[in-house]
Nanobody
Framework: QVQLVESGGGLVQAGDPLRLSCVIS????????AFWFRRAPGKEREFVAG????????YYADSVKGRCTISRDNANNAVVLQINSLKPDDTAVYYC?????????????????????????WGQGTQVTVSS
């Protein structure tokens, strides 16, 4: 059985950094592109960042560009999202998703705006709350 499990969420102060991790079990994560999405209360799901299976290509939402880094930790079958200078608007449940995808940035950009069914696996999410 394949599972994605996110961790690292919690209550943080505005301006602080946060490191979220997504671990996959049942598959080798290095074969999959990985994405982070978030859903704030009362809002639609929002794309945050994506990374290709090779790790050579990344793609970010404008709302986090410059504050956020997505990276692969293939030794631990994980993908990490580092967010710096957190803002109250970053408060949301953060979800990890995985999908088999050709390498490159363009496939990431295209999939960032697709529906849930476009992804092979989803995690259950981790809550991030940023206090002002």
């Amino acid at each position: 059985q394949v599972q994605l499990v996110e961790s690292g969420g919690g209550l943080v102060q505005a301006g602080d950094p946060l490191r979220l991790s997504c671990v996959i079990s049942g598959r080798t994560f290095s074969n999959y592109a990985a994405f982070w999405f978030r859903r704030a209360p009362g809002k639609e799901r929002e794309f945050v960042a994506g990374i290709s299976w090779s790790g050579d290509n990344t793609y970010y939402a404008d709302s986090v560009k410059g504050r956020c880094t997505i990276s692969r930790d293939n030794a631990n079958n994980a993908v990490v999202l580092q967010i710096n200078s957190l803002k109250p608007d970053d408060t949301a449940v953060y979800y990890c998703a995985a999908v088999r995808l050709p390498d490159g940035q363009e496939p990431l950009a295209q999939l960032a705006h697709r529906g849930d069914d476009s992804f092979d696996y989803w995690g259950q999410g981790t809550q991030v709350t940023v206090s002002s």
